[in-house]
């Protein structure tokens, strides 16, 4: 801004005021008219345009009650701003675990899987074979050996004391497999004990495929 154009802007507010202060002491009187028709239309016209057109801008910055851009919003009564002009607060607390969802869809079956190794030969034709001593007061008695029929293997067996007598003093002394034949076993009377009692043995055969 040039000097001269600075001082006209600031003369002619004080030229105007001048002007009004004169023609409020002298009324109507001549020289009040005078000094009235003295003043010039645009000295008038500049002075309101340059305050009035500004009243409500701060910077050239107008304002306006609720948010817009380019538009300053005034504080409230309580020195804040309105609820409308929202600010950023602290971040909440983390909120408490959701239920657990519904159960999803049974999926679409899966393709075919690739077929299984060969397993291990399997066992056929199983049967059990028994033997028994002779019923008698013979201190000890022996079993065995109980063979498999032709072809078959043992894959088990056992041997069991036969009385009368649950407190007959008698016991297993053996009972054994004999690898690819069959099965053995030994009882004893524990002491002298005149009953009857007899010893059997069980042996468990069948083909294994080769």
Known sequence: MKRNERDWRFRVPLAIS????????LGSTPLGNAVTAVVPPFAKRAGHSRTADNAGAVGGIKASRKPKPGFLVPLASNGKFPASVGQAGAAGPTGPKGDTGA??????????GDAGAKGDPGLSAVETVTQTSTFDSTDVKTVGVVNCPAGKVVTGGGAFVNTGD???PVALRRSNPV?????????????AYAGSWSLSV?????????
Do not use: M, R
């Open 18 to 25: 001048v002007a009004a202060l004169v023609v409020a002491l």
């Open 103 to 112: 159960v999803g869809a049974t999926g679409a079956t899966g393709s075919k």
């Open 166 to 168: 649950p407190n007959a």
């Open 179 to 191: 690898v690819g034949v069959g099965w053995i076993a030994v009882a004893f009377e524990t002491t």
């Open 202 to 210: 069980a042996v468990i055969c069948a083909l294994v495929a080769p």
